[in-house]
């Protein structure tokens, strides 16, 4: 078997391709919807109140099986009222079911390996949290290229569904990052990893030369050649 030599790669992507996880307090489970913030190394999640009494945290992603990610979280309360993150998380999951904006923030996490590497012949691998920042290096761009991505919602869908191989009804693309898009369906948020699919390429021409500081003129090249259409 090959020695599993970078874990943190396919641990981030675990965690970018998921959009829910389970909350492990005391005795107590509690599933909650998600989203990674695009600004440092930690998740939002509405949650019921009592859980802030908790000053940390196991949060198991997808689940509490022994082939989720185990991450050491924090728990803060944000406020929907002065803090965007909130918003954010309704373009992705819609109406919250619970009324309680938590931050979850990351200070470390595990994983068996064969979760992330089946070849892998170690045991659990542990993280710190800039092993598992997913911070987003396209933030000032991501409302352009959604925009972009969503000029054509047939089209969109057509290209998300050959890539997934599945129906996917009312496909919203809702965040871009270097590693792939984010998807609103009605079926709930979806990931399409960039390095897994040319579906972003069909959506986002140019996508992979895009750079914070070349953002604006290949935006601006994209929409040019979409009006030429």
């Not at 919602?153 to 496909?171: F, H, I, T």
Request: glycine share 4%.
């Amino acid at each position: 078997m090959q020695p599993f030599i970078d874990a943190a790669s396919p641990a981030r992507r675990l965690l970018r391709s998921h959009f829910f996880g389970e909350l492990l307090l005391a005795d107590r489970t509690a599933r909650l919807s998600y989203i990674r913030h695009p600004a440092r190394c930690a998740l939002i999640a509405p949650i019921e109140r009592w859980m802030l009494e908790e000053a940390e945290a196991t949060f198991a992603v997808p689940d509490s099986t022994a082939a989720s990610m185990q991450l050491h979280v924090t728990l803060a309360e944000l406020d929907p009222r002065t803090d965007p993150i909130c918003d954010r998380w309704l373009a992705y999951h819609l109406a919250p079911v619970h009324r309680t904006w938590c931050e979850l923030r990351i200070i470390g996490g595990k994983v068996r390996s064969r979760v992330l590497n089946p070849a892998s012949d170690h045991d659990v691998v542990v993280f710190d949290a800039d092993d598992l920042s997913t911070i987003n290096e396209r933030t000032a761009q991501e409302p352009s290229l959604c925009k972009l991505a969503n000029s054509d919602r047939p089209g969109l869908r057509r290209a998300c569904e050959a890539a997934m191989k599945q129906e996917l009804p009312d496909a919203l693309c809702v965040g871009v990052d270097l590693a792939g898009i984010d998807l609103r369906t009605a079926f709930g948020p979806i990931r399409l990893d960039v390095h897994s699919t040319p579906t972003v390429e069909f959506l986002l021409p140019d996508y992979t030369i895009l750079t914070p500081e070349s953002g604006p003129e290949v935006i601006a090249a994209i929409e040019a050649a979409r009006h030429q259409r």
